[in-house]
């Protein structure tokens, strides 16, 4: 299994790579008047209205830094066909893990209800991302 990682401060987080669309450069926003400050704005993507969310600003509570490797994540929703998009820094690479290594988490914390568990790798722990929880949660019943 393919995962995309990326990081909100010094901390890795990933997301499964067979939820990504496409992985596009920083483009302008379409501000949303009085909007949560997690989401950026809208984009045209490829000819649909797609809704932008600061996973820096959602999972961090700061807004991701304009970095080189600062990209914009390209999602489809799991029950609607929508598409939207999450902007995160430091995307530069994927990791081929074994769906075995992913950790499940044994509590249930109410700030960590996006993170569907966790993957030791190189060292490293890194978080996995639920998008359709994130969907569901922030953009599903906002009318765009």
């Known amino acids: 299994m393919l995962i995309l990682p990326f990081k909100i ?14 992985i596009i450069p920083i483009v302008e926003f379409l501000p949303i008047p009085e909007s ?24 961090g509570k700061y807004k991701s830094k304009n970095y080189l ?25 994927t990791i081929d893990i074994q769906e075995f290594s992913i950790n499940k988490f044994a509590v249930s914390i109410s700030t960590a209800k996006y993170i569907e568990g966790t993957i030791l790798f190189a060292g490293k722990i890194i978080q996995l991302i639920n998008t359709d929880i994130i969907y569901n949660d922030k953009l599903k019943y906002i009318n765009i």
């Open 9 to 22: 401060g010094k901390n890795e987080f990933s997301i499964r790579i067979e939820k990504i669309i496409e």
């Open 36 to 59: 949560q400050e997690y989401i950026c704005g809208l984009i045209n993507y490829r000819g649909s209205v797609c809704p932008v969310i600061d996973i820096s600003m959602l999972i």
């Open 69 to 93: 490797s600062t990209r914009i994540i390209i999602l489809k929703s799991q029950d609607t066909n929508n598409f939207f998009g999450l902007l995160a820094e430091q995307v530069t690479e």
